[in-house]
C-alpha cells in the first residue's frame, strides 16, 4: 500500500509542477501514514511473538535501521562531493528508504536465524 500512494503522489507531483509547495509537500509526505499502520501493525504482531523470534526481528530491525543511515549517508557524501552524476541526485527519497529497510530487514532476519539454529 505505502508503495502504490508513492508511485501515485510521485506521478501527481511530477505532472503538477503549478502546484503550491504546501501541497506538494503534503502529496510527497502521504506515504509515511501507511507507514505508520505498518510499524503498528508490526508492533502488535511483536507483542505476540515468543522471546527468541521476538529478538530476531528486533536484530533485523536494528540492522535494517543501522544499514538504512550508512547507506543515505554514503550516497549523500557522494552526492555533495559530486560523484554520483545523475544517481540519486536527491538521496533515497521515500520509496527508496522503504525499499532500503526492506532489503535490509530481510538480510538481517536471515543472518538473526542462522545465528540461533
Known amino acids: 500500500m505505502t508503495a502504490a500512494v508513492y508511485v501515485a503522489t510521485l506521478f501527481l507531483v ?9 501541497l506538494k509537500l503534503t502529496l510527497t509526505l502521504a506515504p509515511i501514514l ?17 522471546e527468541l523470534q521476538r529478538r530476531i526481528q528486533l536484530e533485523g530491525w ?14 549523500n557524501v557522494v ?4 560523484l554520483g552524476g545523475d544517481w540519486l541526485p536527491h538521496g533515497l527519497a521515500v520509496g527508496g528508504t522503504y525499499l532500503t529497510m526492506f532489503i535490509l530487514w530481510c538480510a538481517g532476519v536471515t543472518i538473526a536465524n542462522c ?3
Do not use: C, E
Request: proline share 4%; glycine share 10%; net charge positive.
Open 79 to 82: 552526492n555533495v562531493h559530486g
Open 115 to 117: 545465528r540461533y539454529r
Open 62 to 75: 536494528l540492522f535494517a535501521a543501522l544499514g538504512t543511515v550508512v547507506v543515505s549517508t554514503i550516497i
Open 14 to 22: 511530477r505532472h503538477h509542477p503549478d502546484w503550491s509547495a504546501w
Open 34 to 50: 501507511p507507514g505508520l499502520l505498518y510499524l503498528r501493525n508490526g508492533l502488535q504482531l511483536l507483542q505476540g511473538m515468543d
